[in-house]
């Protein structure tokens, strides 16, 4: 695990502030609509955290063994991963505008982007985030210990399934499943799951990552006491996407 060196750390207190989520975020999983949309809350099961050090990826593009956690640590233990969903209307399926972890039960006063340590901060401009890339329109919040066994699963399959998509050929029936006994806020194939990763007890919430493909800011939420609380992803900016444009 890389730490961050001294010098990085004096820039990253030094443009702190640019690092705060401009989004109101907690209304996001306490108000019944923003923008007109209406609002509902999505709880995918557990997730496992067995050592604190924690990353967000998309599972199947950018899960590797080599990629690096945040370097901020977060309480160690077993909790509940909950969307906020912009429900379907008319004129759009349920969207995942936001996926929040609470560590505890005291409310978050700010946000703060989750960084990995090694980060240009010279290069951050005014609402600009660094965030996670998404190349197959999925997510999911991972523990180190979580990912080291993913990626042991995942290089055991491959070499038993030679040729084969494991999204096709292993996970698309699992979506399938998760759609068949929970099919609110999903699509027929299936938008989230919480699987067990093979020959362990760790819970990973896997789920469709608002629009799809892009670049999405995770923040570390802090309590009044400036200790974290919680981590939320956003996908979606509800206001600056279903706002009046005037």
Not at 36 to 55: A, E, M, Q, R, Y
Not at 76 to 86: K, L, M
Not at 103 to 131: M, R
């Amino acid at each position: 695990m890389m730490k961050p060196t001294a010098e990085w750390l004096k820039s990253f207190k030094e443009i702190r502030e640019k690092l705060t989520c401009p989004a109101p975020i907690n209304n996001y999983f306490t108000m019944p609509e923003i923008a007109g949309k209406k609002l509902d809350l999505l709880d995918f099961g557990i997730v496992s955290i067995p050592t604190g050090v924690i990353l967000v990826r998309d599972p199947l593009c950018y899960l590797d063994c080599e990629e690096e956690p945040y370097f901020t640590e977060v309480p160690p233990g077993e909790f509940h991963a909950v969307a906020c969903v912009v429900s379907e209307d008319d004129s759009d399926c349920s969207r995942y505008a936001a996926v929040r972890v609470q560590f505890t039960k005291k409310e978050a006063v700010t946000f703060e982007e989750a960084l990995i340590g090694n980060e240009n901060l010279s290069e951050l401009e005014d609402d600009e985030y660094y965030g996670f890339n998404v190349d197959a329109g999925l997510a999911c919040i991972c523990d180190i210990a979580v990912r080291d066994a993913f990626c042991e699963f995942y290089d055991d399959w491959s070499e038993s399934n030679p040729g084969k998509n494991i999204y096709d050929d292993y996970f698309a029936a699992i979506f399938a499943k998760s759609y068949a006994e929970n099919p609110k806020h999903q699509r027929e194939g299936g938008d989230w799951i919480n699987w067990i990763v093979p020959g362990t007890i760790y819970h990973l919430p896997i789920f469709q990552t608002g629009f799809g493909d892009g670049t999405y800011p995770v923040y570390f939420g802090y309590d009044a006491d400036g200790k974290i609380c919680q981590l939320v992803i956003q996908f979606i900016d509800i206001d600056l996407a279903y706002g009046d444009e005037d």
